[in-house]
């Protein structure tokens, strides 16, 4: 079983170049298969949802040709079933956008209701009333979702609660529906915009994304196109809390600064010097302690919450008591229970974690308990005294390409390993 080991006390210094966002291209995929002709996606993230994804769309018939490690040629002519039955789909969130692309593109989709990390509750009822107010007839059958409708037409829809997997999906439906839908109560996230433009560059009007009010006008038909996926900001907020409690000075590039200022205005409330230029930003850790910060998580452009637990890490090293409220996801503390091995001091009550900070982390042997909090935890190993060994990082491995290497282009202590062997190498290896 892979592992991460870490040598911590570096801190970590240079430049990283962000890849794509993983959860634009996730939905970005699925709406590629809603045209018949080809169509190129760039800057496409090597991750394992999304190898995951592109596994599951070749097994119902899509022509799949990968031109490089970030660039794939898709053509979704020769479909030949709506019915997505491939395991490992169950083990990724973004299974539910077949729904919505299957749906709009074939007025029938059949897909396993979702799986992903154990982060909380996450219903898809807003995704089925969105479909059943378009029209659909929508039945759960041995954990399938099962769609289909004569024909879909345009409708106003209210979303309960504000819902990123729910606003990407009624916008796939809706783009190919008759008439005009508005989509009420939206995510704002920037990976709605970029399936919102891809879409449009296939020939779907849609307008409003990024705003609380999305209006569609179905189209009958979608071209192909060539599109290039967004930085991820998640992916570049984790490097610059890795530079924070590290203590270093780090530069991610090839990324958008206005997705990142919730995370920026955290970063300089705890102590750290940032520069902005067009497409990097640029982040200092202060010499002496991190300062304490009250955070709530909220839909963007509040501070997201899949950079909770990278804050929690920084502030359980901070100087004073740190109140972290999370109004997402109501199971995403399992972390803090992991870092008392380190050292950590936090009490967790409802939705809210009271973390004090202490002046040293110590290495301790750990698991990813998901993607994100498994993240943080190798930046709380950065960060330690000592030696951390983590398990589990399939779940990093999910939502980050080549993190250990581009963790050592800054200078980190860290290997991936398979065997006993390879981690006494290690240990000799760092002293």
Known sequence: MEQYIIKGGTPLKGEVEIGGAKNAALGILAAA????????????????????????????????????????????????DVNIEYEYIKKIRASYYFLGALLGKYKKAEVPLPGGCNIGSRPI???????????????????????????????????DTVSVGATINIMMAASMAEGRTVIENCAKEPHVVDVANFLNSMGANIKGAGTDVIRIVGVPKLHGTEYSIIPDQIEAGTYMFAAACTHGDVTVRNVIPKHLEATVSKLLEIGCRVEQFDTAVRVIGPEGSLSAANVKTL????????????????????????????????????????????????KVEGNA?????VKHLTGARMSAPDLRAGAALVIAGLAADGITIIDDIVYIKRGYEDFDAKLRSLGAKIECVCTEREARKFMLKVG
């Open 33 to 80: 298969i809603m045209t018949d002709d080809t169509v190129i996606i760039e800057n496409l993230p090597d991750v394992a949802d999304v190898n995951i994804m592109i596994e599951a769309m070749s097994q119902i018939g899509v022509h799949i040709e990968k031109i490089d490690r970030h660039t794939i040629k898709i053509c979704g002519a020769d479909i030949g």
């Open 125 to 159: 009822d807003l995704h089925l009333k969105g479909f059943k107010t378009l029209g659909a007839k929508v039945v759960i059958k041995s954990g399938v979702v099962c769609a289909s409708a004569s024909n879909l037409v345009g409708q106003h829809i209210f979303l």
């Open 299 to 346: 839909p963007y452009p509040g501070y997201p919450t899949d950079m909770q637990p990278q804050i929690g890490v920084a502030l359980s090293m901070a100087e004073g008591t740190s109140i972290v409220t999370e109004s997402i996801f109501e199971n995403r503390f399992k972390y803090l229970d992991e870092l008392a091995r380190m050292g950590g001091s936090a």
């Open 353 to 357: 974690a009271i973390i004090t900070g």
